[in-house]
């Protein structure tokens, strides 16, 4: 596609029920990400895929959360029993890169999370 | 833990002005700064990216510099448009990540009025 998407762009949620998240990274993009962007903050790193790989999930806050990309492409940030504290902007991004990081990150508009 | 910070917080300029925007991190050993506009509701997008061997990058309007032995970058706005209103977020890449864990700044608010 012309760029990363994500969606629902906007999801509320009762405390406690579960959520998916989808990213649809840019087509052939090895690398992707996933970040937590609290209001008036920066984005914090989540968790990171090569491919179908997840090489890094040292950012997922609690066992809560679950981040999957079994083919490779899409991917699905899931969290079970939502809390209020999860309330927050869900960022994906994508690279062409598998190595270093030198490539630039496409990031989606993100998805908007309100826990009640 | 690594630590970038941003200043000011926020900014208000007029239309036509040049600005300034400070990054600080502790980040070290890194691999590369960026830089990145963020309009509300909107991902981030990439300004300038510059390895620790660089010592200023530009992208149009913008032009961003780097003092690794001060630990200091900054990310100079010339002659503002309504459309620079925006979050813009420091980034510092870590060297030891095989890949690309970045530290983001919280980023500086820039509103420019007309």
Redo the contacts between chains.
């Keep these: 596609g012309a760029g990363?998407s994500q969606s629902p762009r906007y999801k509320v949620a009762k405390r406690g029920q579960d959520v998916a998240l989808r990213c649809d990274p840019i087509s052939g993009h090895v690398?992707l990400?996933w970040?937590q962007q609290a209001l008036?903050?920066?984005?914090?790193?989540l968790t990171?895929f090569?491919n179908e790989a997840q090489?890094?999930k040292s950012g997922l806050p609690s066992d809560r959360f679950f981040a999957e990309r079994p083919e490779g492409s899409v991917s699905t940030l899931k969290i079970q029993r939502t809390q209020q504290e999860d309330s927050a902007v869900y960022?994906c991004?994508s690279?062409s890169?598998?190595?270093?990081?030198?490539?630039?990150?496409?990031?989606?508009?993100?998805t908007r999370l309100l826990v009640l | 833990k690594n630590q970038v910070e941003q200043s000011p917080q926020s900014l208000i300029i007029l239309e036509g002005k040049n600005c300034t925007l400070q990054c600080n991190y502790t980040v070290s050993p890194f691999s590369n700064l960026r830089w990145y506009k963020q309009d509300t509701g909107r991902g981030p997008v990439s300004l300038t990216i510059m390895t620790f061997s660089e010592n200023t990058k530009s992208n149009g309007r913008y032009t961003a510099t780097l003092d690794a032995d001060t630990k200091q970058s900054s990310l100079h706005i010339t002659a503002s448009q309504l459309s620079d209103s925006a979050s813009y977020i420091c980034v510092v890449s870590p060297w030891d990540s095989g890949y690309s864990t970045l530290t983001f700044g919280k980023g500086t608010m820039l509103l420019v009025s007309p």
């Design positions: 990363v690398s990400f970040y008036g903050q920066g984005p914090e790193f990171y090569q090489l890094d960022l991004a690279s890169d598998g190595g270093a990081g030198f490539e630039t990150q496409y990031f989606g508009p993100g």
